[in-house]
């Protein structure tokens, strides 16, 4: 199976402060995902990326921006968090074949206080 | 808004019951997903079930699709405490790959 890696997996950090939350792969697939879970609200999309410096904005962009300046690499960059950021992270990336089967990672639990 | 959402937020059986998780979704589609997610774990994908198909099954899972409805659904026999998860289902509107999922349904399988 394809391997995506997220880190950290558990960070803290107060209102007003930058957060980065970094994704890797090891399949240099060309497209990789950010997504967001809170309680009862299923995974919400924030960006998709489509190669180096082609993303794309999801359902919920608001308040967050990407990086992706190499394939394996994409981050999610929170300016000022703000506490209703509080959530789950997953990265992902589609199956190499088909495009149609999501990889997620672990995922990031980020508290914003 | 979600245009993806399974119609229970959680159910309960005991373990070697069958139990059916159900997913409605709001536009034409071409295909649909289902994903399990454990706790602790990122989402991973049970079934894909495409617009021309009515059934799919993987194992001791079992998905339909029924497009004049705009609804499928998931089924699992002869259960398992390790079936315990929540169950997603996702699609794909804009052709885009951006893969739109709804909330969940929250399965506990009790010995």
């Known amino acids: 199976d394809m391997k995506v890696t997220q880190m950290p997996r558990y960070l803290i950090k107060r209102m007003g402060e930058n957060v980065l939350l970094e994704c890797g792969q090891d399949?240099?697939?060309?497209?990789m995902y950010w997504y967001r879970q809170d309680p009862g609200l299923g995974l919400q999309l924030i960006y998709i990326s489509y190669d180096v410096d082609s993303n794309s904005e999801g359902d919920i962009p608001k308040g967050y921006r990407v990086s992706r300046k190499k394939r394996e690499h994409f981050s999610l960059i929170l300016d000022s968090a703000k506490t209703n950021q509080t959530s789950v992270y997953f990265c992902?990336?589609?199956?190499?074949?088909?495009?149609?089967?999501?990889?997620f990672g672990h995922g990031t639990k980020l508290s914003v206080l | 808004s979600q245009l993806a959402e399974e119609n229970s937020w959680a159910l309960s059986v005991h373990e070697g019951e069958s139990v059916t998780v159900n997913c409605s979704y709001k536009t034409s589609i071409t295909a649909l997903q289902w994903y399990r997610q454990k706790s602790g774990k990122g989402p991973a994908q049970l079934i894909l079930i495409r617009s021309n198909e009515r059934e799919k099954r993987n194992g001791r899972l079992r998905a339909t699709l029924d497009t004049s409805s705009q609804s499928s659904s998931l089924s699992i026999t002869a259960t398992r405490c390790e079936d315990t998860a929540v169950y997603f289902c996702a699609t794909d509107y804009t052709g885009n790959y951006k893969y739109v999922f709804g909330a969940g349904t929250r399965l506990k399988v009790i010995a």
């Open positions: 399949m240099s697939h060309e497209t």
């Open positions: 992902a990336i589609p199956d190499s074949f088909s495009n149609e089967r999501l990889f």
